[in-house]
């Protein structure tokens, strides 16, 4: 769930690199326990942001405090999952839906909202100009209940454009 926060409004290659340093920072024992025990210069000086380590603090005190159990979200429902996902500071729709795409394997997530599946939809369908998250959202329909699997096919299509 730490690598979702570090990897908001990043590229995916960005997003590793910090996330590296913050896995060598915490020598590699990624805990609620060791993530709080790092100071905010440290954590500032492997590339998150002032909020991105709140957000992080915020995680592991509510892992940490019992308030929130990430190992039973596999027992709940897609919209119950992300109801508790989301409740999370810094977990919104989309961090949610990426959890439970990419964490809990969930088949039938469609993250409309996300720019790179919109161009993907463009793309595959031919449009002239990309969806609105409410028309991507409606052609995502046709997808259902395979959606995840449609939105990995859009990000492919738009990262591995063929010439």
């Known amino acids: 769930m730490l690598r979702i926060i570090i990897g908001q409004q990043l ?23 060791r993530f709080l025990g790092l100071e905010d210069d440290i954590l500032r000086g492997a590339g998150l942001s ?3 380590v709140r957000y992080g603090r915020g995680l592991a005190e509510a892992i940490a405090g019992g308030q929130f159990d990430p190992d039973g979200l596999h027992l709940l429902d897609d919209a119950e999952a992300l109801e ?17 795409m990419f964490s809990l394997g969930r088949p039938d997530i469609w993250p409309a909202d996300d720019l790179g599946v919109r161009e ?19 052609l995502g329909e046709g997808w259902a209940p395979y959606r995840s699997s449609a939105a990995l096919m859009c990000w492919h299509i738009l990262n591995n454009a063929p010439a």
């Open 120 to 138: 993907g939809v463009r793309r595959i369908r031919g449009l002239e100009d990309r969806p609105s998250i409410k028309e991507a959202d409606a």
């Open 50 to 52: 002032a909020a991105k």
């Open 84 to 100: 508790k996902v989301t409740a999370l500071k810094g977990f919104g729709i989309w961090s949610g839906r990426m959890y439970l």
């Open 11 to 33: 590229s995916v290659k960005a997003a590793a690199t910090i996330a590296a340093r913050v896995d060598a920072a915490m020598d590699g024992e990624a805990t609620p326990e």
